[in-house]
């Protein structure tokens, strides 16, 4: 995981934070808006650690993988929604072929006639 990710979606990632250090508080996570180095600052108040300490935990914690109820939350839509495109492979039209939307064996409708 990589603090860009995290900077630009840092609401989604509130829950992950908060299980990872208990003593944290959402109200103060919102003033920090993402910032590592005030994160970094405010860990190390909150825990009681150096500074050095505390970016060593960051640094720790981001070695991990992006947690999948954060990967999945409204925050992240747009992100992921780009990062689909990844796997549509080159020249391919994915509106070329529509069986996959179910209406190709319905009827065609009756033509009117009139007298």
Known sequence: ?????????????FEAIEQRWPEVESSELMDIDGDKARFAQYLSE????????????????????????V????????????????????????YSDDREFGDDNQ???PIQRSN
């Open 71 to 94: 990967r999945m939350d409204d925050h992240m839509d747009n992100t992921n929604i780009r990062q689909s495109a990844r796997h549509i492979p080159t020249g391919e039209d994915v």
């Open 1 to 13: 995981m990589q603090w860009q990710t995290v900077e630009q979606n840092w609401p989604a990632f």
């Open 46 to 69: 909150k825990r009681e650690l150096t500074s050095s300490e505390a970016r060593e935990e960051i640094d720790e914690w981001l070695e991990g993988a992006v947690p999948s109820d």
């Open 107 to 109: 009827p065609d409708a």
